[in-house]
Nanobody, 123 residues
Framework: QVQLVESGGGLVQAGGSLRLSCAASGRTFSTYTMGWFRQAPGKEREFVTLISRSDGRTYYLDSVKGRFTISRDSANGTVYLQMNALKPEDTAVYYC????????????????WGQGTQVTVSS
């Protein structure tokens, strides 16, 4: 297991940017695929992006491609989500999570979760 703590959420106007961070504890950070998910009120938690544990490949939800970028700093045990050109529909609680599956987009295949950080985009 790994403990995850997100930070960096907040209120931003449409078109603005935010960078979320996810700090992981434990020495095995580099062995996990790391993902970002989000959950808006009344909706199910949805996959946003992942960076794989094996080859560093990244995958994105179609609606965030070209606007969001995931990266990881294995030396410091941190995963980042750079969010640009934010839209009101990006408003949600954002969670980072760790998985032993290499390319999974399913929340059920992530075994460790952070507490979430609120992102609110005003129009």
């Amino acid at each position: 297991q790994v403990q995850l703590v997100e930070s960096g959420g907040g209120l931003v106007q449409a078109g603005g940017s935010l960078r979320l961070s996810c700090a992981a504890s434990g020495r095995t950070f580099s062995t996990y695929t790391m993902g970002w998910f989000r959950q808006a009120p009344g909706k199910e938690r949805e996959f946003v992006t992942l960076i794989s544990r094996s080859d560093g490949r990244t995958y994105y939800l179609d609606s965030v491609k070209g606007r969001f970028t995931i990266s990881r700093d294995s030396a410091n045990g941190t995963v980042y989500l750079q969010m640009n050109a934010l839209k009101p529909e990006d408003t949600a609680v954002y969670y980072c999570a760790a998985s032993q599956w290499t390319y999974s987009r399913l929340p059920s295949q992530y075994h460790s979760w952070g507490q979430g950080t609120q992102v609110t985009v005003s129009s």
